[in-house]
């Protein structure tokens, strides 16, 4: 079963998260997202990365997810 408490949502920042789930980054660089180490996903929304990056915002949050519950995303 997902535990809930530990999914990201679009509004969480990107480094945020690759600092609390860092079995995310291939997921997240896999799908284009290569600036995880940039100054600006310190500061930026998973789902204003994703837009940045030409992506549908639900869809990388829906993979992230995914990816921490255990699956492969």
Not at 45 to 53: E, P
């Amino acid at each position: 079963m997902a535990d809930l408490e530990k999914h990201v949502s679009g509004d969480m920042l990107v480094g945020q998260i690759v600092n609390e789930h860092p079995e995310v980054i291939d997921t997240l660089m896999g799908i284009g997202m290569h600036c995880l180490g940039c100054p600006s996903a310190q500061m930026e929304s998973l789902a204003d990365a994703a837009y940045v990056h030409g992506l549908d915002p639900q869809m990388v949050v829906d993979a992230v997810n995914k990816k921490i519950d255990g699956g492969v995303a």
